[in-house]
């Protein structure tokens, strides 16, 4: 089945620092790929996503590009600040069928100091 | 402009109990998603549902729960004769309707949270 492997936290980094949260998928079919961000206590916010191969999604200058060759969709910023500080979650969804669902990986908690 | 709603946003049963989540979509969405998200993981697909049709539940435990969207009114996770295990958040999603071979991005309710004494 449909699985999102990324890469453990917790990350912590100082503000202005540069981000990289690594996520690698396995998938059957040709699946869209997204990051979610969860802010505490809150529910999932799409940050951005990729329908197909070679896709640059960015958002809040973060970007992530959909890499088929080495099913990877790892997700950067090049100066993150406090208010990134959230758990993130890399997902994919198989368009092709009719079941919908969002695969998640586990998550990756990220912490930036002043 | 209203996004997905969930209640209540935290629920304390004792075990036995009957739990009741409820979820309105984003106006517009007719496709509703449950997820589970146990205390430091990631968020496991329940079911996905369209109004009064249950589209997928594979995800669902064999005993205990079931979910619902009636035609009128919220989508209801039920959880039966709660135990400590069911202690987790659960999050509600919608999306609008599905144009062949797309993929819509789904959006997320801020969850209710489960506590089993």
């Known amino acids: 089945g449909d699985s999102v492997t990324q890469m453990e936290g917790p990350v912590t980094l100082s503000e202005e620092a540069f981000l990289t949260i690594n996520c690698t998928y396995t998938a059957t079919g040709y699946p869209s790929l997204f990051w979610y961000v969860q802010y505490p206590g809150e529910g999932l916010q799409l940050l951005l996503k990729?329908?197909?191969?070679?896709d640059k999604g960015s958002n809040k200058g973060f970007e992530a590009t959909y890499r088929k060759e080495t099913t990877s969709f790892h997700l950067e910023k090049g100066s993150v600040q406090v208010s990134d500080s959230a758990v993130y979650f890399c997902?994919?969804?198989?368009?092709?069928?009719?079941?919908?669902?969002?695969?998640f990986g586990s998550g990756t908690q990220l912490t930036v100091l002043p | 402009n209203a996004g997905v709603m969930q209640n209540p946003r935290h629920l304390v049963r004792r075990r036995g109990q009957e739990a009741r989540l409820r979820c309105s979509p984003m106006?517009?969405?007719?496709?509703v998603y449950w997820y589970r998200q146990l205390p430091e993981e990631g968020l496991k697909f329940m079911v996905y549902l369209q109004k009064e049709n249950i589209i997928d539940e594979s995800g669902m435990p064999k005993e205990r729960f079931s979910a619902e969207f009636p035609k009128e009114g919220p989508s209801i996770l039920r959880i039966q004769q709660v135990v400590r295990g069911d202690s987790a958040a659960y999050f509600c999603?919608?999306?609008?309707?599905?144009?062949?071979?797309?993929?819509?991005?789904?959006?997320f309710g801020d969850g209710t949270r489960l506590s089993i004494l």
């Open positions: 997902a994919l969804s198989d368009p092709s069928g009719s079941a919908r669902q969002l695969t």
């Open positions: 106006k517009g969405h007719s496709h």
């Open positions: 990729a329908t197909k191969a070679d």
């Open positions: 999603a919608s999306s609008p309707p599905k144009a062949a071979g797309s993929n819509q991005p789904q959006h």
